[in-house]
């Protein structure tokens, strides 16, 4: 059974991680990686055609799920307990397999359903062999470096926390177990007694925090605010988000909540809406098929000095699909939806 020092105790002889503990998960998930790596290696060596290649790999890219939890979860835990070169660095890392996978799939899914290994192209072949190196080089340095520097870092609250919101990222090509029983989240302030209803007064008008809550789940907009330091302070919680967040990027500059590859563009973005060379910064990307806009707005206070940045995340594709007569498509053809 995996160990954890115990953080309470600065000599532990250890203790046994709970089915399910986000450590304990981590490690099952690398051991399947592993295992479905070696069995691909296999199929590449042995001629596997290239049909039931493909459908051998057809799990492998929920190792997405995997990274998307270490990103979003272990990486902001330690980068709150002062460890960020090696967050960063891990995350190129992640952006390489992941570029090595999607070119991978592409070139298997090119190939005839026929083929036997000797007829598939050398360029798959090699592909695969370097793939397959990039992931295994990973599960070394997640389970000797990112794993053991977690388990010496972290705290019991820290694991309660990412357990609480590891959900939402997935899992990687194994069952959960049984829940590693997380302290339940503390009720935040504006949850006491009666303060749902507590009247803001806006320049525009009246909101109880219930309906500012109700408004921000609702928006079909990802929304990220940053303060004057380019920290978050905010985001929303709609149910389609486009990009997974958690309460654990609060406080986290957001340019660490993106690849680092382009951690370099969103600084220099930040401080051209801070400086005022630019009160709107657009760019768009194509993602699972679909057209996402994202935008960097400033935020400016009543006497125009900057407080913050609002990103806004959009999916726009199905703008293309409307008219330009402001008719409503949807009634027209006697639906609601």
């Known amino acids: 059974m995996n160990k954890i020092p115990s953080t309470s105790d600065?000599?532990?002889a250890g203790r046994e991680l709970p089915a399910g503990h986000p450590l304990e998960l981590f490690r099952r998930e690398n051991a399947a990686i592993g295992r479905l790596v070696h069995e691909l290696r296999g199929h590449v060596a042995t001629g596997t055609g290239a049909a039931r290649l493909r459908a051998a790999a057809a799990r492998l890219p929920e190792i997405e799920h995997h990274y998307a939890r270490k990103e979003s979860l272990f990486f902001a835990y330690l980068e709150k307990h002062g460890v960020i070169d090696l967050a960063r660095r891990m995350w190129r890392e992640d952006g390489a397999v992941r570029r090595r996978l999607h070119g991978w799939l592409q070139k298997l899914a090119a190939a005839p359903d026929a083929a036997t290994d000797a007829d598939l192209a050398d360029e798959v072949r090699m592909a695969a062999t370097e793939l397959f190196a990039a992931i295994t080089a990973m599960i070394g340095s997640e389970e000797e470096q990112l794993l053991p520097l977690c388990a010496a870092r972290f705290t019991d609250e820290d694991w309660a926390e990412i357990r609480q919101e590891s959900p939402r990222f997935g899992?990687?090509?194994v069952e959960p177990g049984e829940a590693h029983a997380p302290a339940p989240p503390a009720a935040p302030?504006?949850?006491a007694e009666g303060a749902e209803d507590k009247l803001l007064e806006l320049a525009t008008g009246r909101l109880t925090l219930r309906?500012?809550?109700a408004l921000f789940a609702t928006l079909p907009l990802d929304l990220t605010l940053t303060d004057?330091?380019?920290?978050i302070v905010f985001y929303s919680d709609w149910p389609g988000r486009h990009f997974s967040r958690c309460p654990a990027i609060l406080g986290r500059p957001l340019a660490h909540c993106h690849p680092p590859a382009s951690e370099a563009l969103l600084e220099r973005v930040m401080d051209d809406l801070r400086g005022g060379q630019a009160r709107v910064i657009e760019a768009a990307m194509e993602?699972?098929?679909?057209t996402i806009l994202s935008r960097y707005i400033a935020v400016q206070d009543g006497k125009g000095a900057y407080i913050?940045?609002?990103e806004v995340v959009e999916d726009v594709t199905r703008f293309q699909e409307l008219g330009r007569d402001g008719r409503l498509p949807a009634y027209d053809a006697g639906t609601y939806s």
Do not use: F, K
Request: glycine share 8%; proline share 13%; net charge negative.
């Open 211 to 213: 309906q500012l809550e």
């Open 10 to 12: 600065p000599h532990p």
């Open 287 to 290: 993602r699972d098929g679909r």
């Open 308 to 310: 913050g940045c609002l």
């Open 171 to 173: 899992i990687c090509l």
């Open 189 to 191: 302030p504006h949850l």
């Open 228 to 231: 004057a330091e380019d920290r």
